[in-house]
């Protein structure tokens, strides 16, 4: 295996390892929160996806007249970054409001489905931007970093 596949290999296990319930416990309407994960571990589990989910990922293609967008995982955003696409899986994802801006990072919640011609699809009931890190807290006055 050489370097540039054995970091894939360990990207994708954090990333799997990450891809846990960021949210725990019930809503105020009682139900469960949704699994969170990546696309990659999504597409790991496609078999076995059943309801609702959200899927965290960077947009790296939109087709707005078709009402789609591709969805990648968020372990190949410096390629992504780079070159504006990815070698990697990407989820398709069917969506009827606004289309984000590729190389934005979504948290797009809905469910697995097959399309038309029986391709996997992602059906989104919502996606939303996912927050920026914070940035980092400024030295006091009159201090060098």
Do not use: Y
Request: with cysteine.
């Amino acid at each position: 295996m050489n370097g540039g596949s054995s970091s894939k290999l360990l990207l994708a296990v954090v990333a799997l390892l990450l891809a846990t319930p960021v949210r725990a416990g019930e809503t105020a309407a009682g139900a469960a929160d949704p699994p969170r994960m990546g696309v990659e571990a999504l597409m790991e589990r496609a078999e076995r996806a059943k309801g609702t989910v959200v899927v965290e990922g960077i947009v790296t293609r939109v087709v707005p007249d078709r009402k789609l967008f591709a969805l990648a995982d968020l372990s190949d955003r410096e390629e992504v970054e780079r070159s504006g696409t990815t070698s990697c899986v990407t989820l398709p994802v069917a969506w009827e409001g606004e289309m984000p801006s590729v190389g934005s990072i979504e948290e797009v919640e809905g469910k697995l489905d097959l399309d038309e011609s029986g391709r996997r699809v992602f059906r989104a009931t919502s996606v939303r931007a996912r927050p920026a890190t914070p940035p980092a807290i400024a030295p006091p006055a009159g201090e060098r970093q």
